[in-house]
């Protein structure tokens, strides 16, 4: 017997009625559609109400996945090799390297002009020449890439010889978050330093996003800088890091809370704490206001409550809780 002998008798009013369901169905998608021309009108006509944030203009503006493949390609150049996407061997490093050179410097230069272009039209600002700017700002980024190497290299032993987890520093350069944050933060903070708008702030959010460490590109961070598992780690524009700092997961240094529209009084200002050489700050203590000074050599332990100055050489630790251990009746 065949395949078609073997199947099942089809109901003869079956094909029928199923074509009449869908002439239904897509009678009835046709009329919901047929809504959207209004709501598309309601949508453009509430664009020009003053609580709607658009970009509706000719000027470009920075863009957040050319952002994307800035960090990628600044990791290329400051790890040669690491993160690369062709292997680099002693025959083609200095190709590679150069290559890299010149792709970064075009892409960094145009966000550059755009973040600055964006600025002036925003605030009506009179021009400042974007375009000649950008490329400045870019070549004095790849001008530092030598000495970022540098500050990362005292970020990465810093990590290692604190971590015996840490079987070598490859094994940091590749999956330690808390190097990659710091790493962006660096480059970002030289853009901000050079009064680069906008992008900075695009580069280390980008990073917050993907490793949790939200580092403002406007603290001054010393070198030997270490952030151990880092999530959650929180570091204000105005924080003032020194030399040979560790923080663990968790630890915010940040502003007290503002009163309500005082925001452009303090803007600018002094608002984060100043942490001096090698202090250790442990997991998920609160470092609050510009006055506050955490003095060299100290030690937070973990969740302190800080929003006074500690000097040099002290430990600062809460009462452990009076914990209660009581037997189960079974």
Not at 10 to 37: D, N
Not at 156 to 171: L, N
Not at 213 to 230: K, M, N, Q, R, W
Request: proline content about 5%; some cysteine; aromatic content about 6%.
């Amino acid at each position: 017997m065949t395949p078609i002998e073997n199947e099942e008798p089809r109901a003869v009013g079956s094909g029928v009625t199923e074509q009449a369901s869908c002439r239904r169905e897509a009678s009835a998608a046709l009329a919901f559609r047929g809504r959207l021309e209004a709501l598309s009108e309601e949508i453009v006509r509430d664009c020009s109400k003053a609580g709607c944030h658009t970009h509706i203009g000719f000027e470009p503006i920075p863009s957040r996945q050319a952002v994307i493949e800035i960090i990628d390609q600044l990791r290329e150049l400051l790890f040669p090799g690491f993160f690369s996407r062709v292997r680099v061997d002693p025959v083609n490093f200095r190709y590679a390297i150069g290559q890299g050179t010149t792709a970064l410097f075009d892409h960094l230069s145009e966000q550059v002009s755009r973040s600055i272009r964006h600025e002036c039209f925003r605030l009506e600002l009179e021009c400042s020449n974007c375009e000649q700017r950008g490329y400045e700002a870019a070549l004095e980024v790849l001008a530092r890439i030598p000495e970022i190497r540098r500050v990362l290299d005292s970020d990465i032993r810093a990590t290692f010889d604190g971590d015996p987890a840490a079987k070598t520093t490859d094994e940091i350069v590749y999956s330690y978050p808390g190097l990659q944050a710091i790493a962006v933060y660096r480059v970002a903070h030289r853009l901000f330093e050079l009064g680069v708008p906008m992008l900075p702030r695009m580069m280390t959010e980008h990073m917050h996003g993907v490793t949790g460490i939200d580092i403002h590109p406007g603290a001054t961070i010393g070198e030997g800088f270490v952030v151990d598992h880092g999530t959650g780690v929180v570091i204000g524009e105005t924080t003032e890091i020194g030399k040979g700092v560790r923080i663990y997961q968790g630890v915010t240094l940040g502003a007290i809370s503002l009163p309500k529209g005082a925001g452009d009084k303090f803007r600018g200002k002094k608002r984060h704490p100043t942490i001096e050489d090698d202090v250790i700050i442990y997991a998920g203590a609160t470092i609050l206001g510009g006055d506050t000074v955490i003095g060299a050599r100290s030690s937070i332990g973990g969740n302190v409550w800080l929003t006074e100055s500690v000097p040099p050489d002290t430990m600062v630790t809460i009462e452990s809780p009076r914990l209660v251990k009581k037997t189960r009746n079974h």
